[in-house]
């Protein structure tokens, strides 16, 4: 009977330690940057998305960009893109908007983020390379990493 009950801890927290291990973002008490699918919106040429960024890496990040890819409703690529986030100061909550010409937001089945642009080479000892990244959305677009 002991030995079935150490058995179910061990169970537990290898569980707890697996899940930890797949969400960088929370083993690091929060650490990184948040980015947030706020809204999209039609616009005259396109679909304007407007994002949340938020950085708790530690460090302010003089230049932040991501890339992205866009799936059709099927599941199919769409295109794949950098956002330039531009300066993202430590501590700080800042908004974005990036503009996705020739389509509908409606069109918009998902967003993946690649990672985190220029992260190769000489560039990849960048804070922004090395730091956790989460992703929420607020839209019926989902937003993922």
């Given at each position: 009977m002991r030995f079935a009950r150490q058995l179910e801890v061990f169970a537990a927290v290898s569980l707890t330690v697996a899940a930890l291990l797949a969400n960088p973002a929370h083993a690091a008490d929060g650490k990184g940057v948040t980015l947030e699918l706020n809204k999209a919106a039609a616009a005259?040429?396109?679909?304007?998305?407007?994002?949340?960024?938020?950085?708790?890496?530690?460090?302010?990040?003089?230049?932040?960009?991501?890339?992205?890819?866009?799936?059709?409703?099927?599941?199919?690529?769409?295109?794949?893109?950098?956002?330039?986030?531009?300066?993202?100061?430590?501590?700080?909550?800042?908004?974005?908007?990036?503009q996705i010409p020739g389509g509908t937001c409606e069109s918009i089945g998902s967003i993946l983020v690649n990672g985190a642009s220029g992260c190769s080479g000489a560039t990849a000892a960048s804070p922004l390379c090395a730091a956790p990244l989460s992703t929420a959305s607020r839209t019926p677009i989902n937003f993922n990493k």
């Amino acid at each position: 009977m002991r030995f079935a009950r150490q058995l179910e801890v061990f169970a537990a927290v290898s569980l707890t330690v697996a899940a930890l291990l797949a969400n960088p973002a929370h083993a690091a008490d929060g650490k990184g940057v948040t980015l947030e699918l706020n809204k999209a919106a039609a616009a005259s040429n396109g679909c304007l998305l407007t994002f949340v960024a938020s950085n708790a890496t530690g460090a302010a990040l003089p230049s932040a960009g991501f890339e992205f890819v866009l799936f059709d409703k099927e599941g199919l690529v769409d295109r794949m893109t950098v956002f330039d986030f531009g300066a993202l100061p430590e501590e700080k909550t800042v908004v974005r908007q990036f503009q996705i010409p020739g389509g509908t937001c409606e069109s918009i089945g998902s967003i993946l983020v690649n990672g985190a642009s220029g992260c190769s080479g000489a560039t990849a000892a960048s804070p922004l390379c090395a730091a956790p990244l989460s992703t929420a959305s607020r839209t019926p677009i989902n937003f993922n990493k």
